[in-house]
């Protein structure tokens, strides 16, 4: 004779198919869950300096040429000021605001890794800016400096982040 599946025991039983779409569907939102973070008070830091980034491509870096102009080669300051503005704007600017507005793991942790390339840029920016002023080139303006800082902050705050989820 055949007992009704509630008297067999757990090992007996026939899996059930809705309780089966039910566990996929809780190990889909535990792969979800691991892959996003909460930045927490860290979040506001972060776009303070994403808009230092912002503040620093309007001012002046080298002689009388913004950051924005280095950026779209509307004026020539030489290769390292225009790398780091390519650099700090993908990294300072892009992949940090989609890292803030969709808090994917991955994006923190690529904005941390790439904001430390611009920080390392844009202080080789200011000291190619700083050796050359002798022989009569500009030295770094406001913005560039501004710039190397918010690169800064952006490095230690997405670290701090990325490194945060367990």
């Known amino acids: 004779m055949n007992q009704p599946d509630e008297r067999k025991a757990p090992w007996e039983r026939e899996d059930d198919p809705s309780l ?20 927490g008070v860290a979040a506001l830091v ?9 503040a620093s491509l309007l001012l002046p870096w080298v002689g009388g040429a913004t950051g924005w102009q280095l950026l779209v080669g509307a004026q020539a300051a030489g290769p390292l000021p225009r790398l780091f503005t390519f ?6 600017l892009v992949v940090s605001a989609l890292a803030l507005t969709t808090r994917v793991w991955a994006l923190a942790w690529l904005a941390a890794v790439g904001s430390g390339i611009s920080l390392v840029n844009g202080v080789w920016a200011i000291w190619s800016r700083q050796i050359g002023v002798p022989e009569g080139v500009a030295g770094p303006g406001p913005g560039l400096v501004i710039g190397v800082l918010g690169a800064a902050l952006l490095t230690f705050t997405w670290a701090r982040i990325a490194l945060q989820r367990r």
Do not use: C, N, S, W
């Not at 089966?20 to 930045?39: H, N, W």
């Open 20 to 39: 089966a779409a039910l566990q996929t569907e809780i190990e889909g939102v535990a792969r979800r869950v691991e892959r996003r973070i909460d930045p």
């Open 46 to 54: 972060a776009a303070i300096g994403t808009l230092a980034v912002v």
């Open 87 to 92: 650099t700090l704007t993908a990294f300072g």
